[in-house]
C-alpha cells in the first residue's frame, strides 16, 4: 500500500511537470498522453482525472482520444508491446504464421499480455514497412524483415528484459531503397537555397512559378498546391498555419518515410517557402506515431536549421519569422484526412469535419491552414529553385511533373521509384522485376485494383491516381484474400463517426467473409454490390466513399470468380449454426439429436 | 383485391411481443383487414403450425435459440413473402445487447453466480432449446423479403405494407413512418 502510494504521488509529479513543459495546452494531449503511455504502459484512471484538471478540458475528452487511438490503452500493455503488421503485404510473407510462431514463443495470445505482465502482442495496421516486411513494433519503434531467427532474437531479449537500446541495431534496421531516382530524388540542393531563391523572386512571383509548375497535392487527392496556397493567403486573418502530412498510413505507401529519412531538408525549405507565401509563423509536421524512429533524427535537423537561422526569427535577413514543431500521431489511418488531422492536432479524436469550410479557410484554431503532402513540400522546394517549367517539362498535359512511387509486393526490386506523371504500369513491372502478373493494386486499398489487361494505363491523375502506393500481385495470389484484408482494414480504421461508414464498413467485412468462407448463396452479391454503394455514396469523408473500392473494383473485373464463390441453393447463414450452440451444449451437457443444428435446411 | 384471402402467419422469436401489441393497435381497421386476410399461425390464432400456402410471415424479434432457428425456418418454407418487423428482427436489438457478454459468463450469472440463485445448476432438458452464442437478427439466418422498422413499427406501417400488398403494389414506407426523431 505504502509503495503503491509513492508510486502514486511519482504519476502525480510526473504528470504535473508533462502539462508544465506543454504549457498547460489542452492541443498537447496527443503528445502528453503518448508520454504517460510509454512510461506506465497505459493511461491511468487517475491521470485522466489530474490531466482534465490540468488542462482545463472534460474528463470525457480524454477518454474519447484514448480510446479513438490504437495506440493508447485504458488497461495496461506489457512492458514490451509488440505489435505486427497485417497490412497484405505482410500477409504475403507469411505474417499469420509467424505472428502464430511469435505468440507461441513469448507464451501469450494476440491480442493479450502476458500474465507477468511483461509483454503483450497484437496486430497492427501497415506500419509503412511494405518493402521490408515482415514488419512491426515495440514500444512505437519499428522493426523490420522479421523472420523466425529474428523473432527468436526478440524472445530472449523480451525474457531477459533487456533494455530496448541494447538490443542489436540490427532489428531496428530500415533501409531506404530508393531504386529509380529521377527529377526530384537527383536533386541535392544546398541549405537555404530555396529560401534565398524564394526572396530573391519576390513572394507571389515564387507562388506563380509553382502555378506555372502544375504541382498537385502528392497525398492523392491532386488539388493544384498553388491555389491551396494562395486562397490561404488571401483569407483576412492574424495567423495561419502550415501543416506537413506525414501520417502516411494507405497501405502499402512507404515513401514519405524515405523522403522524412532522406530528404528531410528539402521538405523543411519546402514548408519555410510556403509559409513566406502564405503567412504563415508557425508549421506543423503531423507524423504518424509508426515513424517514431524518425522523431530524433528530425529534431535534431530542425534543431540544425534553428542555429543556421534558416528557422526561427528573422530567418536569413529576410525578415520573415518561422518555426517547424513535431507532433506525433497515435495510430489512426483517418487522421491522414486533412480535417481529421487538424483535429488530432487540437488534441481531439481524428474525426474529419464538415467541408465547406475548407481548411485554407478555417483549420487549426480555426485559423486558415494549409495542409499538404511530404511529397508536394519537397517538390515546391525544388520548383522554388529551379521554376516552374522545369518542373512542369515533365508529365501529362493534367498531371505535371514526377511521382514518387512505393513499390512493394511480388516483385525482385521492392522500393522507391520516381516516374514522369504518364508513365504505363508495364513500363514499371519492367522496372521493378515483376513477372506473372496477376494484377496491381495502384493508391492502396482505397485507390484501384487493375487486371492484366490495363497495363498500358497510366499514373496520372486523370487515369491512375495515386498517393503512392503500388503492390504487385502475382498469379499465385487469391484476389479475394486481397480483397478480405482490405475490408477488414477499413472496418478497423472507420472513425465512427457516421452510421453509412462505421456500420457500413462492419456489414462489408462480414459479408466479405460470409463469401469468402463460403456461406455465400444466391442473392449474396447482390446484397454486398448494394452494401458497397450505401457506404460510397452515403459516407461523411473519404475513408467511407473508398472503403467499398476493393470490393467493387475487383467485382467489376472478376465477377465468375464471386460467382463461383456462391452455392447454388438460395440462401444459407454466414455463420456456423452448429458451432454457435457450442458453449450451451457443453455447460448444459448436452449433446442428444435437438442440440444440433443443421447449417442448411433439408 | 382477389377475393381469395390471403393468409398471414405471424410469430415472436427473440423479441417483447410489443411489434404484435402495435399491429393489435390496428384497432377498427383490423375489422376491414381481415375481410381480406386470414390468419395461420400466430400468438393471435394459437394455430400451432404454418400452413403449407401461407402468403405471408411476419417476424418480431432476432434468433437467440435453437427453437427459433426452426421456427424461422418453417415459416420460411411456407411462407412467399417473409417479413423482419421491428428493431429486434431487423438488427437483433435488445436481446443482442448480451452479444457483447460471453455466453459462458451470462448463464452462469443467471443460473449459477447470481444474487440469490438457489439450486444453483445450469438447466439441462432435451425439452429446452439451446441458446446460440450470439443473438442474430433474422436475415443473418434465412432470406428476408421485407423490412419494416421501428420500435415497435406503428400500427400504421403496418396497415401501409399490408394494404400496399393487398393491391398488388409493391409495399413503400413514406418519410414520416420511419422517421423516429
Known amino acids: 500500500m505504502v509503495i503503491e502510494e509513492i508510486q502514486g504521488d511519482f504519476m502525480q509529479q510526473f504528470i504535473k511537470q508533462l502539462a508544465k513543459d506543454n504549457d498547460f495546452k489542452s492541443t498537447s494531449l496527443l503528445s502528453i498522453l503518448r508520454a504517460i503511455q510509454t512510461r506506465y504502459f497505459h493511461i491511468p484512471k487517475e491521470a485522466i482525472e489530474q490531466l482534465a484538471e490540468l488542462l482545463n478540458i472534460p474528463r470525457t475528452q480524454i477518454q474519447n482520444v484514448i480510446a479513438f487511438y490504437s495506440f493508447f490503452h485504458f488497461e495496461p500493455r506489457g512492458k514490451y508491446d509488440i505489435l505486427i503488421s497485417s497490412s497484405i503485404t505482410d500477409l504475403m510473407v507469411g505474417q499469420e504464421e509467424l505472428i502464430n510462431y511469435f505468440s507461441e514463443k513469448l507464451d501469450v495470445k494476440i491480442g493479450e499480455v502476458r500474465a507477468d505482465s511483461v509483454v503483450s502482442l497484437n496486430n497492427t495496421s501497415c506500419t509503412g514497412m511494405c518493402d521490408q516486411s515482415l514488419a512491426g513494433l515495440v514500444n512505437g519503434y519499428a522493426i523490420t524483415k522479421l523472420t523466425k531467427a529474428r523473432i527468436d532474437e526478440i524472445v530472449e531479449n523480451v525474457n531477459k528484459q533487456l533494455p530496448l537500446e541494447k538490443w542489436s541495431r540490427d532489428l531496428f534496421d530500415v533501409q531506404d531503397n530508393i531504386i529509380k531516382p529521377d527529377l526530384l530524388l537527383n536533386q541535392k540542393p544546398t541549405q537555404g537555397e530555396a529560401i534565398n531563391a524564394t526572396f530573391a523572386r519576390g513572394l507571389m512571383e515564387t507562388l506563380n512559378e509553382v502555378e506555372k509548375s502544375g504541382l498537385r497535392g502528392r497525398g492523392g487527392a491532386g488539388y493544384t498546391t498553388a491555389w491551396k496556397w494562395k486562397f490561404c493567403h488571401e483569407e483576412n486573418a492574424d495567423q495561419r498555419y502550415i501543416v506537413c502530412n506525414a501520417d502516411e498510413g494507405e497501405p502499402g505507401t512507404f515513401k514519405d518515410r524515405v523522403l522524412l529519412n532522406s530528404y528531410a531538408d528539402s521538405v523543411f525549405e519546402g514548408m519555410t517557402v510556403a509559409a513566406a507565401i502564405i503567412g504563415a509563423t508557425q508549421g506543423f509536421i503531423y507524423l504518424r506515431g509508426e515513424y517514431l524512429h524518425l522523431y530524433e533524427k528530425l529534431e535534431a535537423i530542425l534543431a540544425a536549421r534553428r542555429n543556421a537561422n534558416l528557422l526561427g526569427k528573422n530567418i536569413l535577413q529576410h525578415g ?9 500521431g497515435a495510430g489512426a489511418y483517418i487522421c491522414g484526412e486533412e480535417s481529421a488531422l487538424i483535429e488530432s492536432l487540437e488534441g481531439k479524436a481524428g474525426i474529419p469535419r464538415n467541408r ?70 508495364q513500363t514499371i513491372l519492367n522496372d521493378c522485376g515483376a513477372s506473372d502478373v496477376l494484377g496491381v493494386q495502384v493508391g492502396g486499398p482505397s485507390g484501384t485494383f487493375i487486371s492484366n489487361d490495363e497495363f498500358e494505363r497510366k499514373i496520372a491523375f486523370e487515369d491512375l491516381a495515386t498517393g503512392g502506393s503500388f503492390i504487385v500481385f502475382n498469379n499465385s495470389r487469391n484476389i479475394l484474400d486481397i480483397v478480405h484484408n482490405f475490408s477488414h482494414f477499413f472496418a478497423h480504421e472507420s472513425c465512427g463517426f457516421c452510421t453509412p461508414c462505421r456500420v457500413g464498413t462492419s456489414l462489408l467485412k462480414k459479408q466479405v467473409d460470409k463469401i469468402v468462407e463460403g456461406h455465400g448463396s444466391a442473392g449474396d452479391i447482390v446484397a454486398l454490390e448494394e452494401l458497397c454503394q450505401l ?50 451444449r457443453r455447460m448444459a451437457h448436452r449433446d442428444d439429436a435437438h442440440a444440433h443444428l443443421a447449417q442448411v435446411e433439408d | 383485391m382477389t377475393n381469395k384471402k390471403v393468409k398471414v402467419a405471424t410469430t415472436s422469436l427473440a423479441g417483447c411481443f410489443g411489434c404484435h401489441m402495435s399491429f393489435l393497435d390496428l384497432d377498427e381497421r383490423l375489422v376491414e383487414l381481415v375481410e381480406h386476410v386470414q390468419f395461420d399461425r400466430s400468438p393471435l390464432t394459437d394455430i400451432e403450425h404454418c400452413s403449407t400456402d401461407c402468403d405471408i410471415g411476419l417476424i418480431e424479434g432476432g434468433v437467440c435459440n435453437s427453437e427459433n432457428v426452426h421456427t424461422l425456418r418453417e415459416f420460411r418454407k411456407n411462407c412467399k413473402i417473409l417479413v423482419a418487423v421491428g428493431a429486434c428482427a431487423i438488427n437483433g436489438g435488445l436481446p443482442a445487447m448480451r452479444n457483447h457478454i460471453s455466453l459462458e459468463d451470462c448463464l452462469n450469472e443467471a443460473y449459477r453466480d447470481g444474487l440469490g440463485v438457489e439450486n444453483a445448476q445450469i438447466p439441462s432438458d432435451v425439452e429446452l432449446p439451446l441458446l446460440l452464442d450470439k443473438v442474430h437478427p433474422i436475415h ?21 405494407f399490408l394494404t400496399d400488398l393487398l393491391a398488388g403494389r409493391e409495399p413503400s414506407l413514406p418519410y414520416e413512418l420511419v422517421h423516429f426523431d
Open chain 1, 356 to 425: 465547406p469550410p475548407y481548411p485554407v479557410v478555417s483549420g487549426y484554431l480555426n485559423k486558415p491552414t494549409s495542409v499538404n503532402n511530404v511529397e508536394t513540400f519537397l517538390a515546391a522546394a525544388n520548383i522554388a529553385i529551379h521554376g516552374g517549367e522545369w518542373f512542369a517539362n515533365l508529365g501529362t498535359a493534367k498531371s505535371k511533373g514526377t511521382k514518387v512511387l512505393s513499390i512493394s509486393g511480388d516483385c525482385a526490386k521492392v522500393g522507391i521509384y520516381e516516374y514522369a506523371f504518364g508513365t504505363t504500369i
Open chain 1, 535 to 584: 457506404i460510397k455514396n452515403y459516407s461523411h469523408c473519404g475513408l467511407g466513399q473508398t472503403a467499398a473500392n476493393p470490393v467493387l473494383t475487383t467485382l467489376e473485373r472478376y465477377p465468375e470468380l464471386y460467382q463461383s464463390m456462391l452455392k447454388k441453393i438460395s440462401y444459407e447463414p454466414g455463420f456456423d449454426l452448429d458451432k454457435s450452440l457450442e458453449t450451451a
Open chain 2, 140 to 160: 443473418e439466418v434465412v432470406k428476408i423479403d421485407y423490412f419494416l422498422p421501428g420500435c415497435p413499427p406503428s400500427a400504421d406501417v403496418f396497415w401501409k
Open chain 1, 320 to 328: 520573415f519569422d518561422f518555426d517547424i514543431e513535431i507532433c506525433l
